[in-house]
């Protein structure tokens, strides 16, 4: 099973950017990052397939995160700009298995997560 390392959390500013990196242990067909708030359930917030032609990416972060690769350092990133305090939750890079890419049982593999706080 793919192993995955997250890392990049902290504290911003609303306003602020943070770029989060997941490191898988083996190159994956697809990634995705989730998020989970505390008393809420855990959402989708962007996919990418590993040769990086398709994106997609939850409403709530259109026009401000970007997900990306660097297939050099077998990375994925998740550039977030434009910070809000709704952004407030640990962040979890996760291995696409099959099926829909926004539901949680699509992904067989979870990284430990970041924390990201966001002050208003």
């Known amino acids: 099973q793919v192993q995955l390392v997250e890392s990049g959390g902290g504290l911003v500013q609303a306003g602020g950017s943070l770029r989060l990196s997941c490191v898988p242990s083996?190159?994956?067909?697809?990634l995705a990052w989730f998020r989970q708030a505390p008393g809420k359930e855990r959402e989708f917030v962007a996919y990418?397939?590993?040769?990086?032609?398709?994106?997609y990416y939850a409403d709530s972060a259109k026009g401000r995160f970007t997900i990306s690769r660097d297939n050099a350092k077998n990375t994925v990133y998740l550039e977030m700009n434009n910070l809000k305090p709704e952004d407030t939750a640990t962040y979890y890079c996760?291995?696409?298995?099959?099926?829909?890419?926004?539901?949680?049982?699509?992904?067989?593999?979870w990284g430990q997560g970041v924390q990201v706080t966001v002050s208003s």
């Open positions: 996760a291995n696409y298995r099959s099926d829909s890419i926004s539901v949680v049982p699509s992904y067989d593999a």
């Open positions: 990418i397939r590993t040769n990086g032609a398709v994106t």
């Open positions: 083996e190159r994956p067909y697809a």
